[in-house]
């Protein structure tokens, strides 16, 4: 990580009124990197990418893209496909395609065509009538055709069907092998594990995870026990120091694990479990683990 | 940069020429009635007439597209991340506004010379001495009113069209009215006289009674009776309202 990053947010807070919608976030994305931005809804995600775009101003700290501020300028390099249409509702795919062609100098015509292709798009069809998958794949196609160095996508993949997600996906990760600097925020935390080279989690306007998926995986392990009758007391797992959190659910309990699963999976078994697995994290039991188990966990018994 | 803005003055432009070219059509079929009679009693102000007229069509055209960077900001990302600064981006905005209001006007003038035509009147238009300074008023009439709608409105989401609305509801009939009802009322009359002076439409009337508008003024006036100075007034309002705008879109967050 020496080289300089592309985008560099630092102690950036955005406060409304006496809320803070983000407090002291500190980011960095490293140029050809992915990084996913994950969170619930309202936890400060558009509004850390609006702050970043100057479409809202920031109340403390400093947000640079390629080592300055947002100006007009970067714009040539930069697209941003909002979670919300900004779409033209009354004009045409063809019409928006001829806005970006006068609006930037590295438009490409033959990229653009690609792009309505892929995405089986009609040129002479109102926006308006389009379905909301639609939209975001024509938001998509015009933010692809400048062949931009910087992509900032906000739910890319908002409304689309899994074959669509797929495409954006690979558009995404193409894009970062062609040395594109992307940051995206999804909802759908399988495209993220699949793309991201690095991913943030925001709760509450607050960073809680930040690292690459790689080590986030492997710094913990999920033992996972299943008993024949209800999961037995364990006296003291949950005060181990190298268990971090327990959940239980029906005949399931699951240890998440810092260190020396090998000795958690000794205890267990004790209690003579039916199976017992100690598994690798996935990205999705990082964010539940991050964003609290009870998002997730609705109807188990998170311990 | 400003496509998009280029299609919505055309489609309004459209529109415009379709409504004012039906509206002059049907003036024209009575007056081509067989046996209808048409009387020149216009005492030489035919050209003074004609640009009224016109310029009041250019007017509406004017309050019409008044809201121009409001219309932008339900979808504001689409603009503001293209590679241009957001205050020129927006002088070209109103630049093709006030260009498409020309168009306007000029639109109407050639559909009521086209009218005049036909009656056989053409001879009667002949260029008075103060034609030139009425039309720069009545383009600043326009422009002051376009300004004041683009200043009110530039920096919030929405609302355009209530606020155009209620312009026209304001300046046409509340503060004419307000002027008139409290002529004989000191303290709220002044108060009237001043909220006039922001009345775009009241720097039409004239004490000559050859342009009004409006309800009378009832007394005093902060609006000067010079043509020129009404100009130069109406100008500055509107470059005034322009800048408050472009200021107040710079300053919007979403």
């Known amino acids: ?303 | 940069m400003t496509y998009v803005q280029l299609l919505r003055l055309r489609k309004a432009l459209t529109i415009y020429a379709g409504v004012v070219g039906a509206v002059f059509f049907l003036i024209l079929i009575p007056t081509h009635w067989p046996n209808a009679t048409v009387h020149n009693d216009t005492n030489g102000s035919v050209p003074l007439s004609i640009l009224l007229l016109v310029g009041f069509c250019a007017i509406i055209f004017g309050t019409a597209v008044s809201t121009s960077l409001n219309r932008e900001n339900d979808g504001v990302e689409m603009v503001w991340t293209k590679p241009i600064a957001r205050d020129r981006l927006a002088m070209r905005y109103i630049a093709l506004d006030l260009a498409a209001i020309a168009v306007a006007f000029v639109v109407a003038l050639v559909l009521a010379v086209l009218v005049f035509a036909s009656f056989g009147m053409l001879g009667a238009i002949r260029a008075d001495e103060g034609w030139f300074s009425t039309a720069l008023l009545i383009f600043g009439v326009a422009f002051m009113w376009y300004g004041i709608l683009q200043a009110l409105t530039s920096w919030q989401t929405g609302r355009g069209a209530i606020v155009i609305g209620l312009s026209w509801a304001t300046f046409a009939i509340v503060l004419p009215a307000f002027l008139a009802l409290t002529a004989h009322i000191p303290g709220l009359h002044e108060i009237a006289v001043a909220l006039n002076f922001l009345n775009p439409l009241s720097y039409l009337s004239t004490n000559n009674g050859t342009i009004h508008i409006g309800l009378s003024t009832g007394g005093s006036s902060l609006i000067p009776h010079d043509t020129w100075l009404r100009v130069a007034i109406t100008w500055a309002f509107g470059l005034l309202g322009s800048v408050a705008a472009i200021a107040g879109w710079k300053r919007l967050e979403v």
């Open chain 1, 1 to 303: 990580m020496n080289s300089t990053p592309v985008i560099a947010i630092r102690d950036f807070t955005k406060r409304y009124g006496s809320f803070d919608a983000v407090s002291n976030l500190t980011l960095e994305v490293e140029p050809g990197s992915i990084c996913g931005l994950l969170g619930p809804n309202g936890s400060g995600k558009t509004t850390t990418f609006k702050c970043l775009l100057g479409l809202a101003r920031q109340t403390a700290g400093s947000m640079d893209v390629e080592g300055a501020p947002v100006g007009p300028q970067t714009f040539e390099n930069l697209s941003y496909v909002p979670e919300r249409s900004a779409l033209y509702e009354w004009l045409t795919l063809a019409d928006h395609l001829e806005f970006n062609r006068r609006s930037f100098k590295n438009y490409d015509a033959k990229r653009a065509d690609e792009l309505v292709s892929l995405f089986r798009l009609e040129r002479k069809k109102k926006v308006g009538k389009l379905s909301k998958g639609q939209q975001t794949a024509v938001a998509l196609a015009l933010a692809f055709s400048i062949r931009p160095r910087i992509l900032i996508l906000d739910e890319p993949a908002s409304g689309l069907d899994p074959v669509f997600q797929r495409v954006v996906l690979d558009l995404i990760i193409e894009a970062a092998a062609m040395g594109s600097t992307v940051l995206f925020s999804s909802h759908q935390i399988g495209q993220v594990e699949r793309a991201a080279d690095r991913v943030a989690i925001l709760k509450n306007g607050k960073l809680i995870v930040d690292g690459t998926v790689d080590s986030l995986k492997g710094s913990e392990k999920v033992v996972e026990a299943i008993f024949e009758q209800r999961v037995p007391d364990v006296d003291g797992l949950a005060d181990d120091p190298r268990v971090r959190r327990i959940e239980r659910s029906g005949r399931i309990l699951r240890a998440y694990v810092q260190s020396d699963s090998e000795g958690i999976v000794r205890r267990l078994n004790e209690f003579s479990p039916k199976n017992i697995s100690i598994l690798d994290l996935n990205l999705e039991d990082i964010f539940i683990n991050a964003v609290g188990g009870e998002i997730a966990m609705a109807g188990g018994d998170g311990a």
